[in-house]
């Protein structure tokens, strides 16, 4: 029902910016929650960023400051990167999460991922 499909990672050097997509189709809810995880090489998935109902974010001690969430619109959702570090060398994947979607995946959705490189 929902397809997330994330977009703008690549290699940066360290002190550089990205700027990831994540597109939604399918079915959105006006309430939900759309976040921004990475996964590095032999670590767990964290979690980055997160955007509630549209407006309420939330950062990750590691990127507060340096990243900023944000929505283009319903559909499209953003991670902005800034003053990136070799440790925020991950893939990055998109979620939303339906709050009141009954049947819907308990972790909610995910797209397929994005790589992100910093070097030093």
């Known amino acids: 029902q929902v397809q997330l499909v994330e977009s703008g990672g690549g290699l940066v050097q360290a002190g550089g910016s990205l700027r990831l997509s994540c597109a939604a189709s399918?079915?959105?809810?006006?309430?939900?929650?759309m976040g921004w995880y990475r996964q590095a090489p032999g670590k767990q998935r964290e979690l980055v960023a997160t955007?509630?109902?549209?407006?309420?974010t939330s950062y990750a001690d590691s990127v507060k400051g340096r990243f900023t969430i944000s929505r283009d619109n319903a559909r499209t959702l953003i991670l902005q990167m800034n003053s990136l570090k070799p440790e925020d060398t991950a893939v990055y994947y998109c979620?939303?999460?339906?709050?009141?979607?009954?049947?819907?995946?308990?972790?909610?959705?995910w797209g397929q991922g994005t790589q992100v490189t910093v070097s030093s």
């Open positions: 399918g079915t959105i809810f006006s309430i939900n929650v």
């Open positions: 979620n939303l999460k339906n709050t009141y979607e009954t049947g819907a995946p308990p972790s909610g959705y």
């Open positions: 955007i509630r109902d549209g407006w309420s």
